[in-house]
């Protein structure tokens, strides 16, 4: 590993960005708006102060989900990972510049959300900013890690875009966020434990609901930073410098 | 290792790709500060020979030595460039920030970039992002990432193709620059009139090394008045020998 090489990949990645307007705007856009849209749904202020902050856990995660399969996926079909990886470039080189570009863009859009949910939208907070900006940042980061990952089983992006419905929605359902979690069948419930977005969610919750860094927040933290980390891995797994 | 030997050292290379055989134990030397032509038609396995020097092709036997090193391992990472078939940068950045970013991953220093532009003449496109560029332009972006960092090896896969009459001769001299300087360069082709260019010429055909010399030798020991007639008369005399 090189922080060199590191940094001048994250800048690469965020200079792409600059170069597509379009996609920026939407990553910041598309959260807040659906955000106005869910507080208007539930005319009722306290609905919406239940499920907003489990949005706020789930919108990093799939857009950065989406934007990293792509992103890695064009990567190998252009040949610039070959070349690369040709290259005295790490492959964690690779996966912290994407970390730390992502992240960036992660920050920002959860910032934006934040800005709009907590002026406008009145959203009650009960617990502490900086937690829930934790908790937002590793969500993207773990959506990130599962991209990169995923990328690799893609042929083309029609494949990758098809894995964002395939691992995400089923967590969706799972996670809580619709039914309560022990409201399920047994069966449901214990695949719900193994689900990062489970964790997610439950982070969300305990930091709209306690004053205090709980416990079970400890938990959740550390249980999607571990998952986090082993996507990466398995995420750097396949990034092969020989290739068939 | 001296200086003296060879730049590119393979040994009874043999890969296999989609399940099947496609080169089928090659042998062959590289001198050092030589301009070789890797040349043979469409599918024969130019691709893959240049991919096992790079270190990026999974080999299934033989031995690949580049710089007194094995083919791929970390010490050479910085001393070969490769410049692949079809293009290999970021079509959503500007050629300088292509350069600019490849530049930082090889450590090369600060001038490169505006070097390398002049080098494969795109001063005029520099600002332009490479979606923008035409195949020929988008091409010598590619070559020109190859050439950061001054690499002792440079591989090159088919850099000339798309480019017109003017812009191939600018592209022939800067290789030959660039070999008078002691750099190696092992460049493909498949079209036979650039062969008479390149010190040395490896024929290939199916996976197999149909003829390795000089150009002029070739045509002399085949007896032919230029490459392509050389080319069938080896064809042909393989063929003969098998049979
Ligand atoms: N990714 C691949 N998977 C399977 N077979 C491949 C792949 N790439 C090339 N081949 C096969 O390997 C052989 C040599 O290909 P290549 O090295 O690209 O030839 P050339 O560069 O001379 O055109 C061809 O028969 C080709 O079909
Ligand atoms: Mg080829």
């Known amino acids: 590993m090189n922080p060199a090489i590191t940094l001048a990949t994250a800048r690469r990645i965020l200079t ?45 995660f799939i857009v950065m989900f989406l934007v990293t399969s792509i992103a890695t996926l064009r990567e190998r079909s252009s040949g610039t990972l070959e070349r690369l990886m040709s290259m005295p470039l790490g492959r964690l080189d690779l996966l912290l510049g994407y970390a730390l570009a992502f992240g960036l863009a992660a920050l920002v859009q959860v910032g934006v959300v934040l800005l709009i949910s907590l002026t406008w939208l009145d959203l009650d907070l009960s617990g502490s900013l900086g937690s829930l900006v934790l908790v937002a940042v590793l969500d993207a980061l773990l959506g990130m890690a599962l991209g990169l990952f995923c990328s690799a089983f893609a042929r083309t992006e029609f ?9 995400v929605l089923p ?7 619709i039914v309560p979690r022990d409201q399920m069948a047994g069966w449901l419930e214990a695949v719900s434990k193994v689900l990062p977005l489970t964790y997610a969610v439950q982070g969300m919750q305990e930091i709209t609901g306690k004053t205090v860094f709980t416990g079970t927040l400890a938990t959740d933290v550390a249980v999607i930073a571990a998952f986090t980390v082993v996507a990466l891995l398995l995420g750097a797994a396949t990034l092969r410098r020989r290739t068939p | 290792m001296m200086s003296s030997s060879p730049a590119v050292s393979v040994q009874e ?30 599918g024969c396995g ?17 031995q690949v030595t580049v710089l007194g090193e094995d083919a791929g391992s970390p010490g050479l990472r910085d001393r070969v460039g490769y410049a692949t078939q079809s293009p290999a940068v970021y079509a959503d950045l500007t050629v300088a ?13 600060r001038g490169d970039v505006d070097r390398v532009i002049a080098q494969v003449g795109l001063a005029g496109a520099r600002d332009q992002p490479v979606a923008t560029l035409s195949g020929g332009q988008h091409n010598r972006a590619n070559l020109a990432v190859a050439l950061l960092g001054s690499p002792e090896l440079l591989v090159l896969d088919e850099p000339t193709v798309g480019l017109d009459p003017v812009l191939r ?41 149909l003829a390795d010399g000089a150009p002029g030798d070739l045509r002399e020991r085949t007896g032919t008045a230029d490459l392509e007639q050389a080319f069938l008369h080896l064809i042909n005399e393989t063929a003969g020998s098998a049979a």
């Not at chain 1, 792409?16 to 990553?27: C, I, K």
């Open chain 1, 16 to 60: 792409q960005l600059r170069h597509d307007p379009r996609t920026v705007a939407m990553l910041v856009a598309v959260p807040s708006l659906l955000m106005i849209l869910l507080r208007y749904v539930f005319e009722e202020q306290r609905t919406f102060d239940r499920l907003a902050p489990m949005l706020l856990g789930l919108f990093p």
């Open chain 2, 169 to 209: 001769e600018e592209l022939w001299t800067l290789f030959r620059t660039l070999a008078g300087r002691g750099t190696t360069l092992v460049v493909s082709s498949h079209v036979m009139d650039e062969a008479a260019r390149t010190d040395r010429l490896l024929l290939m055909r199916e996976g197999r090394l």
């Open chain 2, 13 to 42: 290379l043999r890969v296999e790709r989609g399940g099947r055989e496609v080169l089928h134990g090659l042998t062959f030397d590289v001198p050092r500060g030589a301009v070789v032509g890797l040349l043979g038609p469409s």
């Open chain 1, 159 to 167: 494949q990758a875009v098809q894995f964002m419905p395939a691992l």
């Open chain 2, 46 to 62: 130019k691709t893959t020979v240049m991919r096992a020097l790079v270190g990026v092709q999974l080999v299934k036997s033989g």
């Open chain 1, 171 to 177: 967590q969706t359902l799972l996670c809580g966020l």
């Open chain 2, 97 to 109: 920030e292509n350069l600019r970013y490849f530049a930082a991953v090889l450590g090369a220093p």
